[in-house]
């Protein structure tokens, strides 16, 4: 094969690439000679045509009129085009504002001249001003955009780029031209765009800057074998999530690298670009638009309080951190037991809100001198209850330390709120806890009973928010998945029927927010998690998105459920029933009546088993939550 051709283009030196190394000033002074060439040219040109190319016609006079004012003129045309910013424009983007600007300028040069050959009593002919205007133009838009026309000849006949991808674009509107209009521009991009997809019937058939628009979305997979398409990007900022997910449905249907253009704000404040594009995420695939909740509205309840937050350095608590310190809270205080989650919410905070009140203290819910002191220091008039160990397969390795955490954190911390006079205390729980088949749900199951009972003790109002999983918190599956996809596979997936409810952080968060203004004491809130999604297809859409085919590329492999995994999660124990609020999204549980007296002796008895590291912890806490599995591997 000969490649000669192809490597001595790709060692050709373009005249904009010297352009491209040559420093700023020296453009300009390059443009500005050349400006001045441009008078000189035009002057004398105009002249010419008047007289109809013969020289033996022009008058002296005018040739002499031409000289005196030529460097008044080039003066004048310096000084106005510095003033019209043609010599500090970038003309590698240059457009209709740009163009505008050259007419602008040369037509005030234009007038101007008229009126100094009156003032130094010039004679030339009255067409010679509107020639000059008309050549001027003509040669000033050579100049300013003749980086253009060399780029548009180097991409099209004697590219830089070693290799290319195909592209196409979903989205024929003003944010798909834009980043046809970079990828054309930046000889950095390896990527050109080979064809457009539009569902409007106007646009369809036509051409974007040499691209055609070849159809709606039933001609992707078409157009994907037909222009040998390797890298999708849709370029809708406006579109819903419903229609995002169909479109990523058809895409994944083929072996392209899918990416997607992250919303309306990079228009507005024109930062389109290739840089802005970002993977399709798991919140694109799950079909939904985003739970907006008006916290402005809810948030009043905690507006100029102090209010505390244990496990705040953890993905939720972190996120309660900062919504928290959008709404005017008077004081927050963090607590933590990770010195390195404690120092990077704070220094984040510090940096975000430098008005903000702000203490963040190192501490273990399970130290009951310690969470006494800090109650009776700080006064909070609301808790907000995160620390917690989650991981169900480490917990059900050791499970003494989920239930002296768990439990008796929440115990500790629930009472020393009680003693001081906290108004609303809101535990963090999780559907794990209905019908547990780990020591972790089971654990946060009693914390819920521990909610209900201090409820009646204390004059706090005390309650608990129960949800899913969250999407891209420590320890989730999203993460893993996209780790073991870098190191080239396999993906694992604990068995190819198991399910899950998903929700984002900042979605959890708000609706835990919002929980919290609905508590009078006693309630367990269960939050609307949306449609269940299977694990396995979360796994196949996010090695299709990554460019990758299953199976070939990456493969899937099953390891079946981890010691108290279940293959799909509830909300809600059968007996609890539900109740609506006003937000259709939160829901609250009628709570289980239980012997309050005789839990707190299980209680008591339960402290007592842990601190010794009992090895009959689980049947213990089963005595406490009847609806508590355990395998026969734990017996």
Same mark, same amino acid.
């Given at each position: 094969?000969?490649?000669?051709?192809?490597?001595?283009?790709?060692?050709?030196?373009?005249?904009?690439?010297?352009?491209?190394?040559?420093?700023?000033?020296?453009?300009?002074?390059?443009?500005?000679?050349?400006?001045?060439?441009?008078?000189?040219? $035009?002057?004398?040109?105009?002249?010419?045509?008047?007289?109809?190319?013969?020289? $033996?016609?022009?008058?002296?006079?005018?040739?002499?009129?031409?000289?005196?004012?030529?460097?008044?003129?080039?003066?004048?045309?310096?000084?106005?085009?510095?003033?019209?910013?043609?010599?500090?424009?970038?003309?590698?983007?240059?457009?209709?504002?740009? #163009?505008?600007?050259?007419?602008?300028?040369?037509?005030?040069?234009?007038?101007?001249?008229?009126?100094?050959?009156?003032?130094?009593? &010039?004679?030339?002919?009255?067409?010679?001003?509107?020639?000059?205007?008309?050549?001027?133009?003509?040669?000033?838009?050579?100049?300013?955009?003749?980086?253009?026309?060399?780029?548009?000849?180097?991409?099209?006949?004697?590219?830089?780029?070693?290799?290319?991808?195909?592209?196409?674009?979903?989205?024929?509107?003003?944010?798909?031209?834009?980043?046809?209009?970079?990828?054309?521009?930046?000889?950095?991009?390896?990527?050109?765009?080979?064809?457009?997809?539009?569902?409007?019937?106007?646009?369809?058939?036509?051409?974007?800057? &040499?691209?055609?628009?070849?159809?709606?979305?039933?001609?992707?997979?078409?157009?994907?074998?037909?222009?040998?398409?390797?890298?999708?990007?849709?370029?809708?900022?406006?579109?819903?999530?419903?229609?995002?997910?169909?479109?990523?449905?058809?895409?994944?249907?083929?072996?392209? =690298?899918?990416?997607?253009?992250?919303?309306?704000?990079?228009?507005?404040?024109?930062?389109?670009?290739? $840089?802005?594009?970002? =993977?399709?995420?798991? =919140?694109?695939? #799950?079909?939904?638009?985003?739970?907006?909740?008006?916290?402005?509205?809810?948030?009043?309840?905690?507006?100029?309080?102090?209010?505390?937050?244990?496990?705040?350095?953890?993905?939720?608590?972190? /996120?309660?951190?900062?919504?928290?310190?959008?709404?005017?809270?008077?004081?927050?205080?963090?607590?933590?037991?990770?010195?390195?989650?404690?120092?990077?919410?704070?220094?984040?905070?510090?940096?975000?809100?430098?008005?903000?009140?702000?203490?963040?203290?190192?501490?273990?819910?399970?130290?009951?001198?310690?969470?006494?002191?800090?109650?009776?220091?700080?006064?909070?008039?609301?808790?907000?209850?995160?620390?917690?160990?989650?991981?169900?397969?480490?917990?059900?390795?050791?499970?003494? /330390?989920?239930?002296?955490?768990?439990?008796? &954190?929440?115990?500790?911390?629930?009472?020393?709120?009680?003693?001081?006079?906290?108004?609303?205390?809101?535990?963090?729980?999780?559907?794990?806890?209905?019908?547990?088949?780990?020591?972790?749900?089971?654990?946060?199951?009693?914390?819920?009973?521990?909610?209900?009972?201090?409820?009646?003790?204390?004059?706090?109002?005390?309650?608990?928010?129960?949800?899913?999983?969250?999407?891209?918190?420590?320890? $989730?599956?999203?993460?893993?998945?996209?780790?073991?996809?870098?190191?080239?596979?396999?993906?694992?997936?604990?068995?190819?029927?198991?399910?899950?409810?998903?929700?984002?952080?900042? =979605?959890?968060?708000?609706?835990?927010?919002?929980?919290?203004?609905?508590?009078?004491? &006693? /309630?367990?809130?269960?939050?609307?998690?949306?449609?269940?999604?299977?694990?396995?297809?979360?796994?196949?859409? #996010?090695?299709?998105?990554?460019?990758?085919?299953?199976?070939?590329?990456?493969?899937?492999?099953?390891?079946?459920?981890?010691?108290?995994?279940?293959?799909?999660?509830?909300?809600?124990?059968?007996?609890?029933?539900?109740?609506?609020?006003?937000?259709?999204?939160?829901?609250?549980?009628?709570?289980?009546?239980?012997? /309050?007296?005789?839990?707190?002796?299980?209680?008591?008895?339960?402290?007592?088993?842990?601190?010794?590291?009992?090895?009959?912890?689980?049947?213990?806490?089963?005595?406490?939550?009847?609806?508590?599995?355990?395998?026969?591997?734990?017996?």
């Amino acid at each position: 094969m000969n490649t000669g051709g192809k490597q001595d283009r790709e060692k050709r030196i373009w005249p904009m690439e010297l352009v491209n190394d040559t420093p700023l000033w020296v453009r300009a002074v390059m443009l500005l000679l050349f400006d001045a060439l441009a008078v000189y040219l $035009s002057s004398f040109l105009a002249l010419a045509i008047r007289f109809e190319f013969d020289l $033996s016609k022009i008058d002296t006079m005018c040739i002499d009129s031409v000289y005196r004012y030529l460097v008044v003129n080039v003066l004048c045309t310096i000084v106005v085009f510095y003033l019209f910013r043609l010599y500090t424009s970038l003309w590698k983007y240059a457009s209709v504002q740009e #163009l505008c600007n050259i007419v602008f300028a040369v037509v005030t040069t234009g007038v101007l001249q008229l009126i100094g050959m009156h003032l130094m009593q &010039g004679v030339v002919p009255r067409s010679y001003y509107v020639l000059y205007i008309f050549l001027m133009l003509f040669f000033e838009i050579c100049i300013r955009f003749c980086y253009r026309f060399f780029r548009f000849f180097r991409n099209e006949f004697g590219s830089t780029r070693k290799s290319t991808s195909n592209v196409m674009v979903i989205g024929a509107g003003d944010a798909g031209a834009a980043i046809l209009k970079e990828m054309c521009l930046s000889k950095y991009v390896t990527q050109q765009v080979r064809c457009f997809i539009d569902d409007s019937t106007a646009k369809q058939g036509k051409y974007i800057q &040499g691209c055609p628009v070849v159809g709606g979305h039933d001609k992707i997979l078409e157009a994907v074998e037909e222009y040998q398409i390797e890298k999708i990007i849709i370029a809708i900022p406006t579109a819903a999530k419903k229609t995002i997910r169909k479109l990523v449905d058809i895409c994944q249907q083929t072996d392209c =690298e899918i990416r997607i253009l992250p919303g309306t704000y990079q228009l507005i404040n024109g930062e389109v670009s290739v $840089s802005q594009l970002r =993977e399709v995420s798991i =919140e694109d695939l #799950l079909g939904r638009d985003q739970i907006q909740v008006n916290l402005e509205e809810i948030l009043g309840y905690v507006k100029g309080e102090t209010v505390l937050v244990t496990g705040g350095g953890g993905s939720i608590g972190s /996120e309660i951190c900062r919504q928290l310190a959008k709404h005017e809270v008077g004081r927050l205080i963090i607590v933590d037991i990770y010195e390195n989650n404690a120092y990077e919410i704070q220094q984040e905070l510090k940096h975000d809100y430098p008005e903000l009140n702000l203490e963040v203290l190192i501490a273990s819910v399970r130290n009951t001198n310690r969470m006494n002191m800090i109650m009776e220091t700080y006064r909070p008039a609301v808790v907000y209850h995160a620390a917690a160990h989650k991981h169900v397969p480490l917990m059900e390795d050791s499970p003494n /330390e989920a239930i002296k955490n768990n439990v008796f &954190g929440t115990f500790k911390t629930a009472q020393a709120a009680g003693r001081n006079g906290v108004k609303r205390f809101v535990l963090i729980s999780t559907d794990k806890a209905v019908n547990p088949t780990n020591i972790m749900g089971a654990s946060k199951r009693i914390c819920e009973m521990i909610i209900q009972t201090l409820n009646n003790q204390y004059k706090t109002d005390f309650v608990a928010v129960r949800f899913g999983n969250v999407l891209g918190s420590n320890g $989730s599956v999203i993460p893993l998945f996209k780790r073991q996809i870098a190191a080239g596979g396999p993906v694992t997936v604990t068995h190819p029927d198991i399910i899950r409810y998903f929700m984002t952080i900042p =979605e959890a968060v708000s609706l835990v927010l919002q929980a919290g203004a609905y508590a009078k004491g &006693g /309630e367990i809130f269960v939050l609307d998690m949306g449609e269940s999604v299977k694990i396995l297809d979360l796994a196949k859409n #996010l090695i299709r998105l990554s460019g990758y085919k299953v199976g070939e590329d990456i493969e899937i492999h099953f390891t079946g459920l981890r010691p108290g995994e279940k293959l799909y999660e509830e909300l809600l124990m059968d007996e609890e029933g539900l109740q609506d609020t006003e937000n259709q999204l939160i829901h609250i549980g009628k709570p289980i009546d239980f012997d /309050e007296e005789k839990f707190l002796n299980q209680l008591e008895e339960l402290g007592n088993a842990t601190n010794k590291d009992s090895q009959s912890i689980r049947r213990m806490v089963q005595k406490i939550v009847p609806t508590y599995v355990i395998k026969k591997d734990d017996l």
